[in-house]
């Protein structure tokens, strides 16, 4: 299996974005910047088109195959559930437990939250404490709260808040 990989420039760092011919496998950080690939494949190309669309604004969904095979069914369900977190908004550990029926996994959520290979996309980074406190970001606090100040500035004004 061909394995493709790429640096991109952010605001927040250089992103490592990696892709088989199935899909995204990893988006982390790095301080290597010079991981370039000579040929890249087209989901490596889309990954890096649509976070730069993400971090410029004009993006609030993604649409990258993911391939996250050799992770269990209970990460792949968190994971899965993380995708249902609109952009702009929060939810807590609680509620993606709840989410995916088991509502005393919530440690356990928050250890497949911490395990996500492919953040931003699958945005782990919206997973909040109760009370809304900021808690856990395998890339650090300010980076999470520079995502969701982010996402908070250019998110879509809900229909009912436009009269």
């Known amino acids: 299996m061909n394995v493709y990989q790429s640096c991109l ?13 199935k899909g ?6 790095t301080e290597n910047i010079h991981l370039l690939t000579s040929n890249p ?12 669309e993400y971090f410029s604004g004009e993006r609030t969904t993604f649409n990258i195959p993911m391939d996250i095979e050799g992770y269990s069914e209970f990460f792949q369900s968190v994971w ?7 952009y702009g908004r929060t939810n807590t550990y609680s509620d993606i437990a709840k989410a995916i029926g088991d509502l005393k996994a919530v440690r356990a959520v928050g250890l497949a939250n911490g395990k996500n290979p492919i953040a931003i996309i ?5 997973i909040i404490g109760k009370g809304g406190k900021l808690v856990g970001y395998a890339w ?11 996402e908070l500035a250019h998110a879509p004004v809900p229909e009912h808040m436009l009269f």
């Not at 420039?9 to 011919?21: E, F, H, Q, R, V």
């Not at 899965?80 to 609109?86: D, F, G, K, R, S």
């Not at 650090?140 to 969701?148: D, M, Q, S, V, Y």
Request: hydrophobic share 40%; proline share 6%.
């Open 140 to 150: 650090g606090l300010e980076t999470k709260k520079w995502l969701l100040r982010h």
């Open 41 to 52: 494949n087209d989901i490596l190309l889309q990954t890096k088109i649509q976070l730069e």
């Open 80 to 86: 899965q559930a993380l995708l249902n977190v609109p």
């Open 122 to 126: 699958v945005p782990c980074h919206r």
């Open 9 to 21: 420039s952010t605001p927040i760092g250089n992103l490592l974005i990696k892709a088989t011919d």
């Open 24 to 29: 995204l496998t990893e988006v982390s950080l």
